[in-house]
């Protein structure tokens, strides 16, 4: 019989986009070596997603799946920057050197009120979900990937509550991710994004 896993990720089919494959696979696979996953992820209608690729839907239509609410403001600002809910998503704010002034507004206000990403509204639904699939299946392990880093702020509180085994799953870097500098933090706010990644790696 397989064992359980839990795998929590806020990209996931259909999603669109590089981030997501990695455990959309690896969720695809583990059947065949002796575990079964349960995901938790955002419902894609409430979900903050610059891409949609519903192409990826057919790889994990077996894979059980709880999509949850989440409290965000990035369809909100992208509606106000551009007039469209998900065109304004910023993508790593990849290619604008120079943005206006409103844009540098909500920069700053992404980088020093929103720590450690502007997605950690989906924390606490995600981790009632999770709490509601542990009891139930009786489950171990459990994974969380990022970005969205928040994510692994849900692994420390099933960790602390339920002491199951945790991997953190870095697709990227967190502090030292390249266009957070583009964010103008604070030095403070920069010292509470670093003791929250310190705490997650400990």
Not at 2 to 18: Q, R
Not at 45 to 52: G, R, T
Not at 160 to 187: C, G, H, I, M, Q
């Amino acid at each position: 019989m397989n064992e359980p896993v839990l795998i929590l990720t806020y990209y996931w089919p259909p999603a669109g986009g590089s981030g997501i494959q990695r455990w959309m696979y690896f969720s695809k696979f583990l059947p065949q070596h002796g575990f079964t996953p349960y995901v938790v992820t955002v419902d894609e209608k409430k979900a903050s997603y610059k891409f949609i690729d519903t192409s990826f839907n057919k790889h994990v239509s077996h894979v059980h799946t709880t999509r949850t609410k989440t409290r965000e403001l990035l369809k909100l600002y992208s509606t106000l920057t551009t007039g469209k809910s998900t065109s304004g998503i910023p993508q790593a704010f990849a290619g604008e050197t120079k943005p206006g002034p409103l844009k540098k507004l909500a920069r700053y206000i992404r980088g020093n009120y929103f720590i450690p990403d502007a997605r950690k509204g989906w924390n606490k639904f995600a981790f009632k979900a999770a709490c509601d699939l542990i009891e139930k299946y009786n489950i171990k392990k459990i994974i969380t990937t990022g970005p969205p880093h928040s994510t692994h702020l849900v692994g420390i509180m099933l960790k602390e509550k339920y002491n199951v085994a945790w991997l953190a799953d870095f697709r990227d870097p967190w502090r030292e991710l390249y266009y957070n500098r583009l964010l103008y933090r604070s030095a403070r706010a920069d010292r509470i994004d670093a003791a929250l990644e310190k705490k997650v790696l400990e």
